[in-house]
């Protein structure tokens, strides 16, 4: 890049493209919303069969492409804030130089170069020609001892002022060139392939896009406002509240992973950054595994002595190789394509839209689906599941509170109901191996406290929201060790199948007196099986006593369950078990059947 270009260069100008890229991305946004949350619920609820089934393929392919368009639009519009910064930086330096030069007597030239005038060191009787000089870029250690020995001896003390001059505008130039260097291919990088279908690799692509644009930009990104460290939702909210639209975009296209993450953030924020994050990862698992498919796994015994198929060698090695990341792969695979059925789901009787709090594939993953907007909703019920949770069984999880939803939902009176999955914790995996320690409950409830503390944060009603927390199973401990270890910042505490809660009574449960309740079905072996091992203790007793929330002697409001058995029907639908919940959920008390 030559000065004349730089100079005329305007940074401005390339900040309105991006604010125009910006808000075609908002729009494909809307366009995307408008489509899941109305379009298609009107149609599922207008159509049936082959005709819904055509429709709704057609409309989902639609808003893949907005989404899609929304993602890439998002980019391009970060992509040319950030050159247009990187630019502005290098232009500033020219006019600095510039200004500096003419201020010191010199003239900087069309190509760079700065003339000097005559001049004379003191002591000099005879005044030394002025000259021209041309500056050099990031010179090394050895070019700049010769440069200044240079200036030493030259007889004209203006020469030295005009090659620091010269020198500044070189600098100035290169750091322009290698903007618009390092820029331009990625840029031209944030192209869609020219069809209409949104594939996989497409999805993948723009994961590679997100992570080339945030290492092109790290100057850039490093001038935005950070996140508070270790912040409270208070302090997240405040933060995400002061940032410029343009920053805030900014931080959604590059940062997405960790603004979807940030406790007190609105709902709709997190959902957008999370679902981004979720169909760039199913892109990237989807490319991954077409790139190792797995190899027939048996084929006919070829001496036919015995009817029975034998183990490929193929397999074996493809196993040995790729069969342990595959298994993973297809893990987090089933638990994507559960979400995105909630998603799909939405309008189905009603079903309001789903939003996505969190997501996470690392480990067994972890994920936080609300049905509705807890941010707008008069009553809020987070459910935190148990053992055996994991992101590939997540289905279960949702549709539990998916019925509680309808439950609730019918006694609100009108009032918005919000029921949210919250499988944000590593919860054991095995009944026998993990199940009995207490670490699980206590690594993840500092967590839950801090999503209680935001969802009070983000509600937007006049009341600030009725807010319960329900646990099932390990759940409970979790949601107990949250209360012993912190503030649980909850209206109401549903325990369902509890086999103790890590302390001794209701009333260190950091909710109002009368507002712990507990359900325990007919058969269900978990809570006398787990009393040992995470059951609490009442000071009058000396510790050691084992108390669980169905114990008389911990104070919680025993609720029937009615025809619910075993430990895993508690959100069947036409249950005691769910109707009470629903009635804790809404505040209606006095619709509670308790035990007899």
Not at 215 to 221: A, E, I, L, P, R
Not at 482 to 499: H, I, K, M, T
Not at 511 to 537: C, I, M, Q, T, Y
């Amino acid at each position: 890049m030559d000065l004349t270009t730089l100079k005329a260069f305007k940074p401005s100008e390339y900040e309105e493209a991006a604010d125009g890229y910006r808000a075609t991305a908002d729009t494909a946004g809307t366009a995307k919303d408008t489509i899941d949350n109305q379009i298609s619920a009107g149609v599922r609820n207008q159509l049936d069969g082959m005709a819904e089934e055509s429709a709704q393929g057609a409309l989902k392919e639609l808003s893949q492409n907005f989404h899609y368009v929304q993602t890439e639009c998002a980019l391009v519009s970060t992509a040319l804030h950030g050159f247009a910064f990187d630019i502005a930086v290098a232009k500033r330096k020219l006019e600095m130089a510039i200004e500096d030069a003419g201020a010191g007597g010199c003239t900087v030239n069309p190509d760079g170069s700065v003339s000097y005038p005559a001049g004379k060191k003191p002591g000099d009787e005879k005044l030394a020609d002025g000259g021209t000089v041309t500056g050099s870029a990031g010179g090394s250690p050895t070019s700049d001892a010769l440069e200044r020995q240079a200036v030493n001896i030259h007889p004209n003390p203006n020469y030295g002022r005009a090659l620091a001059y010269a020198n500044r505008i070189a600098d100035a130039l290169k750091e322009a060139t290698e903007a618009d260097t390092k820029w331009a291919p990625k840029l031209r990088a944030l192209k869609a392939d020219d069809d209409l279908t949104v594939s996989s690799a497409d999805w993948a692509d723009a994961r590679s896009d997100t992570d080339g644009v945030r290492q092109t930009g790290k100057d850039y990104v490093a001038s935005l406002p950070e996140a508070p460290k270790g912040g409270s939702p208070q302090e997240n909210a405040s933060w995400w509240k002061g940032l410029s639209p343009e920053e805030q975009s900014a931080h959604l296209a590059l940062n997405t992973a960790s603004i979807g993450a940030l406790d007190g953030l609105p709902a709709a924020t997190r959902d957008e950054a999370n679902r981004m994050v979720l169909a760039q990862t199913r892109g990237q698992v989807e490319v991954e595994l077409a790139r190792n498919p797995e190899p027939v796994k048996y084929r006919p015994n070829p001496n036919g002595s015995y009817p029975a198929v034998i183990q490929n060698d193929s397999w074996s090695k493809w196993n040995e190789k790729h069969g342990e990341r595959h298994l993973q792969l297809n893990k987090s695979l089933d638990g994507m394509k559960s979400i995105e059925q909630r998603f799909d789901s939405t309008g189905e009787n009603g079903l309001p839209p789903a939003y996505l709090l969190g997501f996470d594939t690392e480990k067994n993953g972890r994920a936080i689906v609300a049905n509705g907007n807890p941010d707008t909703a008069a009553h809020t019920a987070v459910y935190v599941p148990g053992t055996t949770s994991n992101l590939a069984g997540i289905e279960g999880d949702i549709e539990r509170m998916t019925d509680l939803w309808r439950e609730s939902e019918a006694m609100a009176g009108g009032k918005e109901v919000s029921t949210i999955t919250w499988l944000g914790y590593d919860a054991p995996q095995s009944v026998v191996k993990d199940a009995p320690f207490r670490h699980y409950a206590d690594d993840g409830a500092p967590a839950f406290n801090t999503f209680m503390d935001g969802l009070n944060v983000a509600n937007t009603t006049d009341s600030g929201g009725h807010h319960t927390a329900i646990g099932h199973s390990y759940g409970t401990t979790l949601i107990g060790s949250a209360a012993r270890q912190g503030e649980l910042n909850a209206d109401d505490v549903v325990f369902a199948g509890s086999p103790g809660v890590q302390v001794g009574e209701a009333s260190q449960m950091d909710v109002p007196k009368g507002h712990v309740w507990n359900e325990e079905a007919k058969g269900d072996p978990v809570p006398d099986l787990g009393r040992f091992g995470h059951g609490g203790s009442q000071w009058r007793f000396g510790g050691g006593v084992a108390i669980i929330p169905s114990d008389e002697l911990f104070g919680a409001n025993q609720m029937a369950t009615g025809t619910s058995e075993g430990h895993s029907e508690y959100w069947d639908p036409a249950t005691d078990s769910l109707r009470n919940q629903a009635a804790v959920v809404t505040g209606q008390y006095g619709k509670v059947k308790l035990e007899e």
